[in-house]
C-alpha cells in the first residue's frame, strides 16, 4: 500500500504564495488518482483539488479555482499543490488523499499546517 508525507505547509502573508508536496512511498505514485483537503478548525473537511491517473484530468473546488494549482511528477512519486493568492480563509490543516479508484480516498498523509496572516 501507498504511503504519503505532505510538506510545504507554513505562515505566509495573504496574498502570498506556498507550494506543498506529497510525496509518495511504497507504491508508485502513477497508480493511483490523488486529491488535497484541507480542514480549519471547528469545520468540515473540504475538498480542494484532485489530479487523475491521466495528469491532464483535474479538478477544483469552488473556492480555489484560479488560484491553486495541482500537478504530478510521476518519476518524484510527488504531487503537488501550488497555492496562490493565498487568503486568511485558507488557513486549513491539508491533507493529500491517494486510491487507485476515483474518489475512493483510502490512503492519506499526517498532514500539514498552512496559515495566512492578514
Known amino acids: 500500500q501507498v504511503q504519503l508525507v505532505e510538506s510545504g505547509g507554513g505562515l505566509v502573508q495573504a496574498g502570498g504564495s506556498l507550494t506543498l508536496s506529497c510525496a509518495a512511498s511504497?507504491?508508485?505514485?502513477?497508480?493511483?488518482?490523488v486529491a488535497w483537503f484541507r480542514q480549519a478548525p471547528g469545520k468540515e473537511r473540504e475538498f480542494v483539488a484532485e489530479?487523475?491517473?491521466?495528469?491532464?484530468?483535474?479538478y477544483y473546488g469552488d473556492s480555489v479555482k484560479g488560484r491553486f494549482i495541482i500537478s504530478r511528477d510521476n518519476a518524484k512519486n510527488t504531487v503537488y499543490l501550488q497555492m496562490n493568492s493565498l487568503k486568511p480563509e485558507d488557513t486549513a490543516v491539508f491533507y493529500c488523499a491517494a486510491d487507485t479508484d476515483d474518489k475512493a480516498w483510502s490512503y492519506w498523509g499526517q498532514g500539514t499546517q498552512v496559515t495566512v496572516s492578514s
Open positions: 511504497g507504491r508508485t505514485i502513477s497508480g493511483y488518482h
Open positions: 489530479i487523475s491517473r491521466n495528469p491532464r484530468i483535474t
